[in-house]
């Protein structure tokens, strides 16, 4: 199976299934691809900016096992698809709105771009969302997508940010599972999208803003998101600190995340840091734009740089996104263009940096929040067990320390109270490693989708975040599925 450079022959869905592995090899040679990607083509007057702004949206609906009365034999459809089928379902008015919303940017950035003006967006879209629009036969808002991303006039305006397929958080999914998660998005995408587009996918949005912060962990997840080609990915201000200790001093530069692990190995990724807030009023709002322009150029690296205010939010719940957000951004996007303050995106700005000569090693560097209390008392190479004990004991001494991983949100925890959800999913995976990853069982072959699939849907943040009654339900029925399927078929 080969996916074409400039255009989109594979299909997206094969035998049924996502097509969501099979094709590592071009993948990764899409990846390899050097930039620079954007900024040739950006018509923005760098020179001139003092200051500048970048919004992302993010985009998601779970896959639940509910196309039927007995959830045990239920087909696996799309939560927005139960949601137009059973008007008593939580939200279910809202289901033609959220099809609008995922298909609107499609319409807003080409009336834009007539107008004369030169808007910039970053989307985040799910592969679960992707499959279940696929299945409702929403062919809508992949045509308006695919507009966006291929098509050389508005290209430029729409950078897509790669996440993991199944929106699983990082803190407490498997790691292999999570690479699982980051190359089957990359597949799915570039089923989509093409292979020249997925090249131009360099920055990566975590679930739920999820951080590891377990150094183990911490270090795979960003060895996961380097391997598969990755240059930045967004975190939560108060999901990560200093290296040495204490908050951040200048959230609107980059920053260079560093992920040390317990064998004294460490790796480096540029962070482009979210500031806190409530993020759909702050993006329905368009408050990135208000506050950066307040900011002036500041010193990086020995170089006069313009510091950004990033934002992310749902693109489609609430009711400022629904309502205010497409005037709003309308207006902002028409004043801002060309100014002293404009738009940008993520990989667009860093190139830029790149032109004035800033380097990686020039950003300042942070870590994963509570972490400079192990440094502080670990000692560099000791070791997996050695960090566990340490660990243990902090926790002893301190009730409020951690290791769960930041996001969003800091006051919840994606493993406390959940391991009636957790236990399944970790005996899917370690039964898919056994059975398909260790028996080298080849990737293009349909029982290893179908198992892959399933054991991605089942590990949905949705199922931890409702934490209770029917979604946990669904996850646990996910689960089950997966298991069978390497059960009998394997």
Known sequence: MR?????????????????????????????????????????????????AFACALHMHQPLIPAGGEDLK?????????YMFEHADAQDAHNASVFHACYRRMGEFIPELVG?????????????????????????????????????????????????PWGHPVAPSTPAQDFALHVRAWQHHFAALFGLEALSRVRGFSPSEMALPNQPDLCYEFVRTLKECGYRWLLVQEHSVERVGGGGLQRPH??????????RGESLSMIAIVKTQGSDT??????????????????????RSVPPVSTQIADGENGGVMMNEFPSKYKEVMRESSGGATPPVNITEYLEYLDSLGV????????????QQRIWDRFKDGSGPEALKHLIAELQKQDGRFHMEGGSWTNDRSWVRGYDHVL?????????????????????????????????????????????????TDYGKELCRRTMDILKYDF
């Open 3 to 51: 996916f074409p450079m400039n255009t989109t022959t594979t299909p997206d869905v094969i035998d049924g299934l996502p097509n969501i592995c099979g094709s590592e090899e071009c993948i990764a040679q899409a990846m390899s691809r050097p930039g620079p990607f954007y900024r040739p083509e950006s018509r923005i007057e760098f020179g001139r900016m003092k200051s």
């Open 73 to 81: 034999t239920a087909r696996t459809i799309s939560n927005l698809q």
């Open 115 to 163: 107008q004369g003006a030169n808007p910039r967006i970053m989307l985040e879209y799910s592969g679960c969302l992707w499959y279940g629009l696929r299945l409702m036969g929403l062919n809508d808002v992949f045509e308006r997508l695919t507009t966006l991303t291929c098509d050389p006039a508005y290209r430029r305006c729409v950078e897509w940010l790669g996440m």
């Open 253 to 262: 530069l980059p920053h260079r995340l560093v992920a040390k692990n317990s």
């Open 281 to 302: 009023k702050l993006v329905g709002q368009m408050q990135p734009y208000y506050e950066a322009r307040g900011l002036s150029r500041m010193d990086l690296g020995g």
């Open 359 to 370: 380097r990686e090693q020039d950003l300042p560097a942070i870590q994963p929040i509570l």
């Open 423 to 471: 236990g399944p999913m970790e005996q899917a995976s370690e039964m898919f490693w056994e059975k398909a990853i260790e028996r080298h069982v080849p990737t293009s072959e349909y029982r290893y989708r179908n198992a892959l699939f399933h054991l991605l849907a089942s590990q949905t943040s949705c199922y931890r975040y409702w934490g209770t009654g029917r979604w």
